[in-house]
């Protein structure tokens, strides 16, 4: 297991306010507007977020063609830690829902970059050790929910992460995610498609970048 710390990652705040689909002309703007720049600092000092990944062995599970005669598996977790989602749930706790909604956007769009980012340390570990991956096999979205569980299982066997998954086979602290790869050796990267969002058929995702 090797993770990757003191990652600077930014808020959006023209994606945070596209998300909420809150233009500058909307009655609740400049209450929004000024809420969330009185809450970026607090949100800043309040993630942490690491790239956490390991190659190991295969998940014995059919998955993908391309995976299943892949050699082995890289899994990845990506977390902005614990203390940003007791700064959320602390909001809707004391009835501030307009900050605490805002907050949690906040968190959304900071982790969403953060997956960005770690698709770029991945890609660059893989260009080193000469290894070929398949595409991102992202537990909910093209595999199952459940092998969240296996991926945690096969990066942190032992516990050591302060990371754990709950009955829903959702992880725990909210605002990380994880995925895999099956890994080709002796082969250089191919960069595979990473569901685009204009191949993706639903226009109004609220997610989607022109």
Not at 59 to 73: F, R, T
Not at 178 to 186: A, D, F, K, L, P
Request: proline share 4%; with cysteine; aromatic share 10%.
């Amino acid at each position: 297991m090797e993770v990757i710390k003191d990652i600077k990652v930014e808020i959006n705040k023209a994606k945070v306010f596209q998300v909420i689909s809150l233009k500058e002309n909307s009655p609740a703007y400049k209450e929004s507007n000024e809420l969330y720049n009185a809450l970026v600092k607090e949100i800043r000092s309040g993630i942490f977020p690491k790239v956490i990944y390991s190659f190991s062995d295969k998940l014995e599970e059919k998955i993908a063609k391309g995976y299943d005669h892949s050699e082995k598996s890289m899994y990845v977790i990506i977390t902005l830690g614990r203390e940003i989602t007791d700064i959320i749930d602390n909001c809707f706790k004391e009835n501030l829902y307009l900050k605490g909604f805002l907050a949690n956007t906040m968190a959304d769009t900071m982790l969403f970059q953060l997956a960005k980012i770690a698709d770029q340390y991945i890609y660059d570990i893989a260009k080193k050790q000469y290894v070929n991956l398949t595409q991102k096999l992202s537990p909910g979205d093209n595999i199952p929910i459940e092998l969240q569980k296996m991926i945690l299982q096969k990066i942190d066997p032992t516990g050591q992460l302060d990371i754990s998954i709950t009955d829903g086979y959702m992880l725990n602290p909210q605002k990380s995610s994880s995925w895999m790869y099956g890994v080709y050796t002796n082969q250089p990267l191919v960069i595979k498609s990473e569901h685009p969002c204009y191949e993706c058929q639903n226009k109004n995702c609220l997610w989607r970048q022109e």
